[in-house]
């Protein structure tokens, strides 16, 4: 399993925009994907404008088929791109799980 985690900076303002984007984004992509065995995006509520990504996939294939998608490209690439100041894109290896 590839587990991805992603700690976002939005632009100042922009957290409702970048919350609808992601709704938007779910069902579409990775609702769709069998090789995407999680989305899972978090806010916290003592940062503003800041999203945290933590995403499971089967393999490197389904991951590379998930940011390879129409929706991907259009909702995650284009228009929440816009909306980001930094991000980090960190591997992680599941150590345990209940």
Known sequence: MLTK????NLKPGKQAAAESIVDQ????GPGQE???LSFR???DPAKPDYLLFVEHFADQAAY???TGS???R???AGQFADLIVEFV???HELLVSL
Do not use: S
């Open 34 to 36: 069998t090789g995407t």
């Open 74 to 76: 259009k909702l995650i």
């Open 64 to 66: 590379d088929a998930h």
């Open 89 to 91: 894109e960190i591997d």
């Open 25 to 28: 984004f779910a069902p579409l």
């Open 5 to 8: 985690v992603f700690p976002i």
């Open 41 to 43: 995006v978090y806010r």
């Open 70 to 72: 129409a929706a991907y």
